[in-house]
């Protein structure tokens, strides 16, 4: 009976809020009452912001089912390294080859990170989850330092370039007996 009259007094909760959502935003524009909303895209957002409401989520559900929270974390974190596989296309040399073996070698280590968390009895979300986001987080420095190399060093045509200028401006002097 008592959960009877719950059940009853969380519909009515439901149904109050829920009429009360839809007047407010029919008061918005009394033209089109109940025009559709226009909300952002998720990939409109920030990744930032997408990473911070994942992490949100994963606490959230690390508490109640650990084992949910490190699977979650480890298939946002294995898309993050795929990511950073493309955005390493970029890079030239045998930097691209030796940063595709960092991502490879970065995977992985977070598949391993990821079962053995949840070999165990009652994994620990928290410590797993952590280690895995640190593993994303420094091939992204890496990605970083290789970008920032590139952009410092010289090109090889500007390289060419430079000796042309210092040939030309040096003058030979014939040197006779």
């Given amino acids: ?11 009515l909760v439901i149904a109050l809020a829920l009429s009360g959502g839809i007047a407010a935003h029919a008061a918005q524009d009394p033209q089109q009452p109940l025009a559709p909303i226009a909300l952002p895209s998720a990939s409109a957002l920030p990744a930032a912001l997408q990473t911070a409401a994942s992490r949100i989520t994963e606490t959230a559900t690390g508490a109640i089912d650990p084992s949910a929270a490190i699977r979650s974390a480890y298939q946002r974190n294995r898309v993050a390294l795929e990511h950073l596989r493309q955005q390493g296309s970029q890079l030239k040399g045998s930097a691209h080859p030796a940063f595709n073996q960092l991502i490879s070698d970065d995977e992985r280590a977070l598949i391993e990170i990821e079962r053995a968390a949840l070999a165990t009895t009652r994994p620990v979300a928290s410590s797993t989850i952590a280690a895995m986001d640190k593993l994303v987080a420094s091939a992204q420095a890496e990605l970083n330092r290789q970008i920032a190399r590139r952009r410092t060093r010289p090109s ?7 000796v042309r200028l210092v040939a030309k401006s040096r003058v030979v002097y014939p040197t006779g007996a």
């Fill in 1 to 11: 009976m008592v959960i009877s009259m719950t059940n009853r007094l969380l519909a």
């Fill in 156 to 162: 090889i045509s500007r390289k060419v370039e430079a």
